[in-house]
């Protein structure tokens, strides 16, 4: 099975900086990457797709970047609003999803 | 409105039998690929399977825990995806919801997800 690995479980980070959250695959993945956000109560929503693709009103804020099996999600200028868990997800060799990462506020 | 509306999830014995319903408007439903995902409290994302549209061939895929036990079914004519689930088990207990598939997923509309516990 394909295993995703997310770090760290938990970032602590001021609202306006910068928050950097990774996520590793235990084989190639190619670029079938995808990112999502979580709030409390609410179901998961789509922010990246293809590792790099904004869905579609994805603030300009949230970018990701990698290839194979290291991908970084960046949060450019963190708002109240992104305070939130978030997954990577890979679809090249069927779906799996990592723990996941908490971002609070520092 | 672009959506998806899980329903059917209630309190269930281990080794009891439910049927999941996801009620979808807003978009083509039989050209869509459908994602059945699970959620256990406090817990992360677990992919439960898929079916692919008619028109690629229908396939249905399962995740090992649930393979032999959870049956995926549509009906394009209701536009309804349906997860049938059968020998249940504590484990299984979760917020169930159903998504678009492209490879990626998308949680279109508010659903919550419907909730299932397994408990005696």
């Known amino acids: 099975e394909l295993v995703m690995t997310q770090s760290p479980a938990t970032l602590s980070v001021s609202p306006g900086e910068r928050a950097t959250l990774s996520c590793r695959a235990s084989q190639s993945v190619s670029s079938n990457l995808a990112w999502y956000q979580q709030k409390p109560g609410q179901a998961p929503r789509l922010l990246i797709y293809?590792?790099?693709t904004r869905a579609a009103g994805i603030p300009a804020r949230f970018s990701g970047s990698g290839s194979g099996t290291e991908f970084t999600l960046t949060i450019s200028s963190l708002q109240s609003e992104d305070f939130a868990v978030y997954y990577c997800q890979q679809y090249n060799n069927w779906i799996t999803f990592g723990q996941g990462t908490r971002l609070e506020i520092k | 409105e672009v959506q998806l509306v899980e329903s059917g999830g209630v309190l269930v014995k281990p080794g009891g039998s439910l049927r999941l319903s996801c009620a979808a408007s807003?978009?083509?439903?039989?050209?869509?690929?459908m994602t059945w995902v699970r959620q256990a409290p406090g817990k992360g994302l677990e992919w439960v399977g898929r079916?692919?549209?008619?028109?690629?061939?229908?396939?249905?895929d399962y995740a090992a825990p649930v393979k032999g036990r959870f049956t995926i079914s549509r009906d394009d004519s209701k536009s309804t995806l349906y997860l049938q689930m059968n020998s249940l088990k504590p484990e299984d207990t979760a917020v169930y919801y159903c998504t678009t598939e492209s490879g990626f997923l998308e949680w279109l509309g508010r659903g919550q997800g419907t909730m299932v516990t397994v408990s005696s």
């Open positions: 807003g978009f083509t439903f039989s050209n869509a690929w």
């Open positions: 293809d590792v790099s």
């Open positions: 079916i692919k549209s008619k028109t690629d061939g229908g396939a249905i």
